[in-house]
């Protein structure tokens, strides 16, 4: 894992989180990703290639990479076809590569995306 920061335009206000140098994907400790969510250009940090992302859903029973712990699978509310991990211990959240992009652009086409997505399977 490599920490990249995220900073407001306004410089004030910074938030570092952490890459998978393999598979690009990101872990947001508690709280870190709502402020990401709320921080303009913060999208940025998902480097990764979002089709790759989409083959990793397939993975289950995924570690938390800060406690270990068995990690749930989660839907986003508002975008359920993005899906991601969350550590119940921690707090912690990991979205696949590409996933953290799509979660800050809401369009029309999210919606679309929802009716075609299948149901995440617990």
């Given at each position: 894992?490599e920490?990249v920061?995220i900073?407001a335009?306004?410089?004030?206000?910074?938030?570092?989180?952490?890459r998978?140098?393999s598979?690009?994907?990101?872990w947001?400790d508690?709280?870190?990703?709502?402020?990401?969510?709320n921080?303009?250009?913060a999208?940025?940090?998902?480097i990764?290639?979002?089709?790759?992302?989409?083959?990793?859903?397939q993975?289950?029973?995924?570690d938390?990479?800060?406690c270990?712990?068995?990690?749930?699978?989660?839907?986003?509310?508002?975008?359920?076809?993005?899906?991601?991990?969350h550590?119940?211990?921690?707090?912690?959240?990991?979205?696949?590569?590409?996933?953290?992009?799509?979660?800050?652009?809401?369009?029309?086409?999210?919606f679309?995306?929802?009716?075609?997505?299948?149901?995440?399977?617990?």
């Amino acid at each position: 894992m490599e920490t990249v920061s995220i900073r407001a335009n306004t410089l004030t206000h910074e938030i570092e989180v952490d890459r998978c140098n393999s598979c690009k994907g990101i872990w947001f400790d508690e709280f870190e990703l709502s402020d990401a969510k709320n921080l303009e250009g913060a999208e940025s940090i998902d480097i990764g290639d979002s089709n790759s992302g989409k083959e990793q859903n397939q993975n289950d029973l995924i570690d938390c990479p800060k406690c270990n712990t068995k990690m749930i699978r989660m839907v986003d509310a508002q975008q359920s076809h993005i899906w991601y991990e969350h550590c119940v211990t921690c707090s912690g959240n990991f979205f696949d590569a590409g996933e953290f992009k799509d979660l800050k652009e809401d369009t029309i086409f999210d919606f679309v995306k929802t009716w075609l997505t299948p149901e995440r399977k617990p």
